[in-house]
């Protein structure tokens, strides 16, 4: 089975700063990676994907994540964050035969953007 | 709207009582899966299906069943419900393997 780490469980941002969320997976085969935001109180929505072709990915909301084949990563990233980006983002991983509907997740990250 | 609906959206029960969470999609995915979420291990699979008389296990099986009798409805049974198996429950749906899951709004579960 696949595994997903994000090494930091909460992550405190000013305004307007960079941040980069980590996720590391453990796989050695080839999988699909996906990065989902939760808001309060709501389900998962999906900020971006990765399939194939280009490693750098660009989302929704000004998100973008880089896939690093040699070191199994897929970290998030955002130049310059907003309030509104203060939510919990989860990172995830399937294998290319079950795709979207088998995915394994990280215990996430809750990102807070102070004022 | 395309969405994934979820009934209930809170529940609390007692143990033992056998209790149904309903899940239903309005975009003909033929994939669909259920999760549960709980502080510090992020969301697991409990089971998945591939389309309409196919399901299959995910990581957390123990305790739950589900039936895919039609493509848009997918519900999740507890037949015993314990405490073990308070949490938060996502549905989730999609259209084929290489698009996203788009998920419920989730239904936090109580048991006593």
């Known amino acids: 089975a696949q595994s997903v780490t994000q090494l930091d469980s909460q992550v405190p941002v000013f305004e307007e700063a960079p941040v980069e969320l980590r996720c590391n997976y453990s796989?050695?085969?080839?999988?699909?990676l996906f990065w989902y935001v939760q808001y309060p109180n709501q389900g998962l929505q999906l900020l971006l994907k990765?399939?194939?072709?280009?490693?750098l990915v660009k989302g929704i909301n000004g998100f973008e994540a880089e896939f690093n084949k040699s070191q199994t990563s897929f970290h998030l990233r955002k130049p310059s964050v907003h309030i509104s980006d203060t939510a919990e983002y989860f990172c995830?991983?399937?294998?290319?035969?079950?795709?979207?509907?088998?995915?394994?997740f990280g215990t996430g990250t809750r990102l807070t953007v102070i004022p | 709207e395309a969405q994934v609906t979820q009934n209930p959206r809170y529940l609390i029960t007692v143990t033992g009582k056998k209790l149904t969470v309903t899940c239903s999609q309005n975009?003909?995915?033929?994939?669909m899966s259920w999760y549960r979420q709980d502080p510090g291990l992020g969301l697991r699979q409990i089971y998945y299906?591939?389309?309409?008389?196919?399901?299959d296990k995910g990581d957390v099986p123990e305790g739950y069943k589900v039936s895919r009798k039609e493509k848009r409805n997918f519900p999740l049974i507890l037949e015993s419900p314990s405490p073990n198996q308070t949490s938060l429950y996502f549905c989730?749906?999609?259209?084929?393997?290489?698009?996203?899951?788009?998920f419920g709004q989730g239904t936090r579960l109580t048991v006593v």
């Open positions: 796989s050695s085969v080839s999988v699909y």
């Open positions: 299906s591939m389309n309409v008389e196919v399901t």
């Open positions: 989730a749906s999609s259209f084929r393997i290489r698009t996203e899951a788009f």
């Open positions: 990765y399939l194939s072709g280009s490693t």
């Open positions: 995830a991983v399937s294998d290319r035969q079950t795709g979207a509907n088998n995915l394994f």
């Open positions: 975009m003909n995915h033929e994939y």
